[in-house]
C-alpha cells in the first residue's frame, strides 16, 4: 500500500512519457478519505482502466441499521451505485479539457434494486468498482490531467455517494425501508395464502423508455372482497389486491390494463426504488413469464402433462404450442411457484381448448391450472375466453386499472398434474470460442447472450439491466465446469449463480463491476435455449 506522495511521485514521473508509464500506477494508494486501488491500467488510449474506491466503514459514516440485514445491506448499495452513477455523469461525462479521456463509467442502475459486482459492503469498508479512462496529451502522460481525474473528479464523486453526510437523512432510509416492506411482503405471501399482492396506488404503466411511471396514469386499486393488507416492518399499512394462490383468471374488455398487470406482477420478483410506481407490486422470487417463442430450441424437456402421449421434447426449432408448454414445464422444473400467462403473447391452444383442432392431444393451461396449482405452482391467466374463466379457483374482471371479483362455479376437471422429469445437462457439445478468444461471452442484447458465436435470444426473462444479462453470460463459464451430466439443471444454475458471486467478490476480480446478478431461473431459460445443449435423463 502506498502513500498519497508515492501516487503524485509516479504521476510526476510519468508526464510526458509514453502512455505506457501510467502502468506504474497499479497499486493501493491511501488518500486523505479513502483508498484508491488502481487493478487494471489500460494499454492505450482506447482502453479503459479498472479502478476501486474504499471507503472504511466507520469513515463512511452510515448508521448500522442502515446495513445490519442481507435486505438493507442491498438496497444501501443499490443507492450509493444510483449516487455514484449520477455524480459520475455530472463530473465526468466528458473528457478533462485539452486531453482525450478522464471519463469515468460505472453500470447505470434501472428501476429494480439488485444484487450487483460493482458496489459492495463488507464489515470493515465500502467499495465501488468503476473505470476511468486515463488522460493524455497527443498520445503522452499528462500529469496535471491525472491529477484532475484522481483528486477533483474521483475525490468529488466518492464524496457524494459513499459518505452517510452526503445524503438527506429521510430520502435514505425511504430507499432502505422500501425494499425492506418489499422484501417482508414477498416472505410472507406463501403464508397469507397468496400468489402476488398489488398495492393500492401502484402505478404500473410505464414510460417508453421503461425507467418511470407513465404520467397521468390511472393509479391500481381493488373493490374490497379482493382487499387484503400488511403491517410491515417500517410501521405502515399497506393495503391492496392479495391474489389468491392457486388458478386465477384475470378477464376483461382491452386497453384497461391487464397486460400492464402481468408485466408488472412479473418485474415484482424484484425490489424497486421509491418513486417507481411499483414498489409493493410483489410476487415470488421465482415466478416466471410464459409466452409463444415459435422457433426456440428445447433440449429433453418432459413436456407429458401437457400432451396425451407422453415425451420429451428435443429440437433446435419447435412449434409455437410447444415452445411455450416447454417454457412452463422447464420452469416448475426449477421449482417455480407462480407461471403468468397471457392469451395476447400465448398461442391459442396453450391458453384454451376451444381454439384447439381435432386430436392434437394438448391440455391447455386452463385445464391443467387448478392441478398445477395442487402440484406447487400457482398460475395467473388473463383470459377473454369464459371457459377458461370457469375452470379457475378464482376469477376477477380489469376495467381501468380496478380490478373487481367474479363470481364464478371452478369447474374442476380432477386431472393429476405431474411434475416433469428432472435434465442433468452436459456441456460438452457448446463451444465457448470465438475469433482468437478461446472463451467468449458477452450481452448482445438486454435478453440475449451470446456464448461464443451463438446468440441466445430469452426474450421472457427477468434481465431489466444489460449487466444481468452479461451476468448470465458469464455464468455460462461456471456452469460448464459442473454441467457434467451429474447435477441437475436447477443445481447447476444455483452453483454456477453462487460460483460467479464468490470469485466477483475476489479482490482485484475487475469482472465484477459489470455484473448484476441473474436469478438461476433465468439462467436456466437461457441454457434450455442454446441449440448445442445436452441433457441426461435419469430413472
Known amino acids: 500500500m502506498a502513500s498519497e506522495e508515492i501516487l503524485r511521485r509516479t504521476l510526476a514521473n510519468a508526464d510526458g512519457k509514453p502512455f505506457s508509464k501510467y502502468k506504474g500506477l497499479e497499486n493501493n494508494f491511501t488518500l486523505e478519505r479513502f483508498e484508491l486501488i488502481i487493478d487494471s491500467v489500460q ?78 459492503i463488507t464489515e470493515h469498508y465500502i467499495e465501488a468498482r468503476f473505470t476511468a479512462d486515463l488522460p493524455s496529451s497527443g498520445g503522452k502522460a499528462d500529469s496535471s490531467a491525472m491529477e484532475v481525474l484522481i483528486f477533483d473528479r474521483i475525490s468529488g464523486i466518492a464524496g457524494e455517494s459513499m459518505f452517510y453526510s452526503a445524503y438527506k437523512q429521510s430520502k435514505l432510509y425511504l430507499h432502505i425501508h422500501t425494499a425492506e416492506n418489499a422484501s417482508f411482503i414477498r416472505s410472507s405471501l406463501k403464508e397469507r395464502g397468496l400468489a402476488a399482492f398489488i398495492a393500492e396506488g401502484s402505478v404500473i404503466p410505464r414510460r417508453e423508455d421503461g425507467l418511470g411511471p407513465m404520467i397521468d396514469a390511472v393509479p391500481f386499486s381493488c373493490d374490497e372482497a379482493s382487499r387484503t393488507e400488511f403491517a410491515v416492518p417500517s410501521g405502515d399499512t399497506i393495503r391492496g389486491w392479495g391474489i389468491p394462490a392457486g388458478f386465477t383468471a384475470v378477464a376483461g374488455p382491452s386497453r384497461q390494463g391487464k397486460s400492464s398487470l402481468t408485466d408488472a406482477v412479473f418485474s415484482g420478483v424484484y425490489n424497486h426504488i421509491p418513486g417507481d410506481g411499483r414498489e409493493y407490486v410483489i410476487s415470488p422470487e421465482d415466478a416466471v413469464f410464459v409466452a409463444s417463442e415459435e422457433g426456440r430450441a428445447v433440449c ?98 380489469m376495467r381501468d386499472y380496478s380490478v373487481s371479483r367474479i363470481e364464478i362455479s371452478g369447474e374442476d376437471n380432477n386431472l393429476h398434474f405431474r411434475k416433469p422429469s428432472a435434465r442433468y445437462p452436459v456441456f460438452r457439445n457448446i463451444q465457448f470460442e470465438k475469433g482468437r478468444k478461446e472463451i467468449s461471452t458477452s450481452a448482445d442484447s438486454i435478453r440475449c447472450v451470446e456464448i461464443g458465436v451463438q446468440k441466445i435470444d430469452v426474450p421472457f426473462a427477468a434481465f431489466f439491466e444489460t449487466a444481468q444479462t452479461k451476468a448470465a453470460a458469464d455464468a455460462f463459464v461456471f456452469a460448464r465446469e459442473i454441467a457434467d451430466g451429474s447435477k441437475t439443471m436447477k443445481e447447476v444454475c444455483e452453483e454456477a449463480v453462487l460460483s460467479e458471486k464468490r470469485s466477483d467478490s475476489e479482490p482485484g476480480n475487475v469482472s465484477g463491476m459489470y455484473h448484476s446478478y441473474p436469478r438461476a431461473v433465468d439462467l436456466a431459460a437461457a441454457i434450455g435455449r442454446h441449440p448445442q445443449l445436452l441433457v441426461i435423463k435419469k430413472g
Open 43 to 120: 494499454n492505450d488510449r482506447s482502453g479503459h482502466t479498472f479502478m476501486r474506491v474504499r471507503v472504511p466503514l466507520r469513515a463512511a459514516g452510515f448508521p448500522q441499521d442502515t446495513y445490519d440485514s442481507g435486505v438493507k445491506k442491498t438496497a444501501l448499495c443499490d443507492l450509493i451505485l444510483r449516487r455514484f452513477w449520477e455524480s459520475a455523469r455530472a463530473r465526468a461525462r466528458s473528457p478533462i479539457p485539452k486531453t482525450d479521456g478522464g471519463q469515468i463509467f460505472i453500470p447505470r442502475p434501472g428501476q429494480e434494486i439488485l444484487e450487483r459486482g460493482c458496489v459492495s
Open 300 to 397: 429433453g424437456t418432459d413436456i407429458s402433462m401437457f400432451s396425451a402421449g407422453a415425451h420429451d421434447v428435443t429440437d433446435v426449432s419447435v412449434s409455437s404450442p410447444v415452445s411455450e408448454f416447454s417454457s412452463v414445464s422447464e420452469a416448475v422444473e426449477m421449482g417455480s411457484s407462480l407461471i403468468i400467462a397471457d392469451e395476447e403473447y400465448s398461442n391459442p391452444c396453450v391458453v384454451r381448448r376451444g381454439f384447439m383442432s381435432e386430436g392434437d392431444g394438448y391440455v391447455p393451461l386452463s385445464e391443467a391450472g387448478r392441478a398445477m396449482a395442487r402440484a406447487g405452482t400457482s398460475l395467473i391467466l388473463i383470459t377473454g375466453d369464459e371457459t377458461a374463466v370457469r375452470m379457475a379457483d378464482n376469477a376477477f374482471v
